[in-house]
C-alpha cells in the first residue's frame, strides 16, 4: 500500500500539472471502488477549477473552487496517471478530462482505494481524517509529541506506529526503516519509548520520510509517480525485506531477521535494535 512518501510524490506531481486547470468533465466508469463512488461525483466535479492539491496521511485531498475537496485513497493498487487521453485500460475506473485536453486517470485493478467528496471547510472532521494523528513532517513532531502519544501504551512499538491514530502516514516498510536508524527493536512496548529513545524516532522517521519522497517513493509491486515513472526509495533500504543480509553500516556482524508481528513481516537487527 502506497504510504506517506508515495503519496506525497504522486500530490507534488499532480500539482505542479493540474493546478489551475478546469474539469470539463468526468467518465466514471463503475459505480464503487472500496466503497461506492458519491452517485453525483461527476456532476459535482464537472467545472470546477482545480486550487491545489494536499495530503493528510495516505490520503491525497484534490481542492476545488467552490469549496469542494476530492479524497483519494489509492489502497493497495491504485495509481493515478496524467497524459494526454485516457489509456482505456480495463481497470481505468475514473478519468477526469481537462480543459486543456490532459486527463486524470485512476486505475485500480483490485478496487481497494476509495474516493469520496467533502466540504472544505469541515475537511478535518471527515469520519476518514478526524481521528488521525499528526503529520510527521511538520515542525511540531518532535520527540516529546512522539513520546506524548505513545505514553502508556502496551503494544510493541511497530504496532504503534502503524495505527493512524498516533501518527498519520506511516506503514509497514518506513516503521521498519525508521526503527532500524533510531536503534529500537520492534518488540520493545511503546510506553517505553520516551525521552532520548523518542527523540531518535521522530528524528529517524523525519529522515526516513524526507528520503523516501527524494527519491520519489518505493516501487515494489503497483506504485508509480503520476508520470508513470517509478520510484527508487527501495534500492536505498536498510532492512526491509532484506531478510538473511549482513547488517548494513555496523560491525555487529549479524543478519537482517524478518519476524511476523500483527500478520506483517518486520525486518530488523536484533544486536543494533534494542
Partial sequence: MPELPEVETVRRGLAAQL????????????????RPLPPDMGQVLTGRVVQG?????KYLLVHLDGGQVLIVHLG?????????????????????????????SYVDHRR????????????????????????????????????????????PIKAAL?????????????????????????????GSVQGGRAARLAGAIKDVLEAAIEAGGSSLRDYVQASGELGYFQHRFAVYDRAGQPCPGCDCGAAVRRIVQSNRSTFYCARRQR
Fill in 162 to 190: 502503524l495505527d493512524q491514530r498516533v501518527v498519520a502516514g506511516l506503514g509497514n516498510i518506513y516503521v521498519c526503516e525508521a526503527l532500524f536508524y533510531a536503534g529500537l527493536s520492534p518488540r520493545r512496548r511503546a
Fill in 19 to 34: 493546478t489551475g486547470r478546469r474539469i470539463t468533465h468526468v467518465t466514471v466508469r463503475r459505480a464503487d471502488l472500496r
Fill in 76 to 104: 493497495m493498487s491504485g495509481r493515478l496517471f496524467v497524459d494526454a487521453r485516457p489509456s482505456g485500460a480495463a481497470h481505468e475506473h475514473v478519468v477526469l478530462h481537462f480543459d486543456d485536453g490532459v486527463v486524470l
Fill in 112 to 155: 481497494f482505494g476509495l474516493m469520496e467528496l467533502a466540504e472544505a471547510a469541515r475537511i478535518d472532521e471527515h469520519q476518514l481524517l478526524c481521528a488521525m494523528g499528526p503529520e510527521p513532517l511538520t515542525a511540531d513532531f518532535d520527540g516529546p509529541a512522539l513520546a506524548k502519544r505513545l505514553h502508556g501504551k502496551d503494544t
Fill in 53 to 57: 492539491f494536499g495530503r493528510r496521511g
